[in-house]
């Protein structure tokens, strides 16, 4: 649905452009948005995003049933190698916005965590808090994982170089007292690491994403898995000391094979932007993001949709500066942070 609906945009836009003249093509705004690799939560929800915000010039009214996005808005989900690049591409203004996890955010805002000694990311603002994503710490039946401790001596991936999951996964192997050396790492998108796997030539992945993950559930239609309990007191120290992790847990038949709960941790992804962008602009995107046109598209989208809600509380897990278009929708929308 994201990609026919992106394809649906840039074709209006392209009808626009022909049939309206260079007058229409002017009126275009367009917004990229960083989401992803493709197979992944973030892609298709940004997908998703993108559509509910468009509004190309001559789109039907938004009371009228038509699009209720930004007025001559052209946005499209952009996959990409996820957190680490979106947040440098939000940095160097190749992108409008981005998702992220918060964390990560925070660190990059900060200067702090994996950003010290990088220094901070000054211009990175916040648009909205989203939805959660679960860590996926996947194996292969046959390879005898119960535990983080048994990845010892396994062929790992736990993400790509500029991936949240290879963040995450050292946090996870620090967490157990292990280093990366004791692992034998690939550095693999999901997409990639889930074939190797299909193909016996990787023992473990970390995904970190919404669930129910499509690369997971494909995953295991071609091989039996199953998926590694993060709990007991390493992980409740690794939560004390990153109080953006909370404990959650992945259903019981959310993925073939796994018959019983599992538990994991969760982290929240933020929607992010660069303060330089218009005001205007970015309220312009806040308020069409929490339209309830948008919020219904959301929710009969996708499992993660009915998740993503507008609260003080969630602004305030934020950790990072609101950007002033977004605080200017949220003191109108008559929400503080």
Not at 72 to 89: L, Y
Request: hydrophobic share 45%; proline share 5%.
């Amino acid at each position: 649905m994201p990609a026919r609906a992106i394809r649906f945009v840039f074709a209006a836009a392209l009808l626009l452009c022909l049939g309206g003249g260079l007058a229409a093509a002017q009126d275009i705004r367009f917004f990229q948005i960083g989401t992803g690799p493709t197979g992944e939560t973030r892609f298709a929800f940004g997908g998703l995003i993108a559509n509910a915000i468009s509004n190309p010039p001559g789109s039907r009214e938004c009371d009228k049933g038509g699009s209720c996005g930004v007025p001559g808005m052209v946005a499209v989900a952009k996959s990409t190698g996820g957190a680490i690049s979106n947040i440098e591409a939000i940095a160097a203004k190749r992108l409008d916005a981005a998702l992220v996890q918060a964390d990560i955010a925070y660190w990059a805002y900060h200067g702090t965590g994996i950003y010290k000694g990088k220094g901070a990311v000054q211009n990175l603002r916040a648009i909205a808090m989203l939805y959660p994503e679960s860590l996926h710490l996947v194996a292969r039946k046959d390879a005898k994982i119960h535990s983080v401790k048994d990845l010892r001596g396994k062929r790992v991936s736990l993400g790509d170089k500029d991936s949240g999951e290879l963040v995450h996964g050292r946090l996870l192997l620090a967490a157990f007292g292990m280093n990366e050396s004791q692992i034998k790492q690939s550095f693999l998108k999901p997409g990639p690491a889930a074939d190797s796997m299909a193909a016996g030539q990787l023992d473990a992945m970390l995904v970190v994403d919404g669930m129910p993950v499509p690369i997971i559930a494909e995953l295991a239609q071609r091989t039996d898995i199953v998926l590694i309990p993060l709990a007991g007191p390493e992980v409740d120290k690794m939560r004390s000391t990153y109080p953006f992790f909370s404990a959650s847990s992945i259903p019981a038949e959310t993925y073939r094979g796994i018959e019983a709960e599992v538990k994991t941790l969760d982290v929240g992804v933020v929607l992010v932007t660069a303060a330089e962008r218009p005001n205007d602009l970015i309220y312009g995107v806040t308020r069409a993001l929490w339209h309830p046109s948008t919020q219904k598209l959301l929710t009969e989208s996708h499992p993660r949709g009915k998740l993503v809600n507008l609260s003080a509380a969630g602004l305030d897990k934020l950790g990072i500066q609101l950007h002033g278009g977004a605080s200017a929708y949220y003191f109108d929308a008559g929400v503080t942070h």
